[in-house]
Each structure stands twice: as C-alpha cells, then as structure tokens.
C-alpha cells in the first residue's frame, strides 16, 4: 500500500485566463491582515511558498478599481507584501478588494475578500 499524497494543487482556471502570457498563475496569496484605520482601508498579505524580493504587491478594490502597489519582500519561506493602504469615503457597507503579486517568475492572485464600513 502506498501512501496517499498529502495535498493535491488544482490550477485555478479563472484566474489562468486572465493571466499575462508570459508569467502563468501559479500560486495563491494569503491576505494577513484587513482593517479600515482613519479612513483607509489597510491591507497586509504573503505569497507562500515563494521567497523572493522585487516583485510587486497591488492592493485593489473591486467596486472602484483604486489600487495601490508596493515592493515585496523575501520572507523565511514566503514573499510579505507589506502595508498597502487605500483612502476610503466616509460610509458604511462592505469593501470588496483582492491582492495580487507579480514577478518574473511568479503570479498569484488572493480570493477576493471584504471589510465593513461604519463599525
């Protein structure tokens, strides 16, 4: 009886399409932290799996298309992306956004999450 492997990666074909035709998808980014401080929506994320500085993190909110990017950083294992911070209006109700990564080597793209406005 062989062992059964113990994760199985399955590529993510909407985001494969959307991809530059010479850097593939290739990885997922795991957002760490999202909060709205003194008006901003403030966001911190890491590539794992990948340790390389120089590529490029881009904080953007799905429902106005604002982002902001940022250098990344070579982690013990992982690429930080670190404080990304986008202005917001006064209000309330949920603020979509995602993180994406670029390189030369590498792309990957965090599921699109939220923060809540007003609290």
Do not use: W
């Not at 993190?57 to 986008?86: F, H, I, K, P, W």
Request: proline share 8%.
């Amino acid at each position: 009886m062989s062992p059964a492997p113990t994760s199985t990666q399955t590529p993510d074909p909407t985001a494969s399409e959307s991809a530059t035709p010479n850097t593939p998808y290739n990885g997922e980014i795991l957002v760490v932290t999202s909060e709205v401080r003194e008006g901003a929506l403030e966001v911190t994320a890491m590539v794992p799996g990948v340790a390389e500085s120089g590529g490029t993190c881009t904080l953007t909110r799905d429902d106005t298309q604002e982002s902001v990017s940022v250098e990344a950083t070579e982690g013990n294992g992982v690429t930080y992306c670190g404080l990304m911070s986008l202005p917001l209006a006064d209000g309330s109700g949920e603020v979509p956004f995602h993180v994406e990564y670029f390189s030369s080597q590498v792309r990957a793209k965090s599921a699109t999450a939220t923060v809540e406005l007003g609290q």
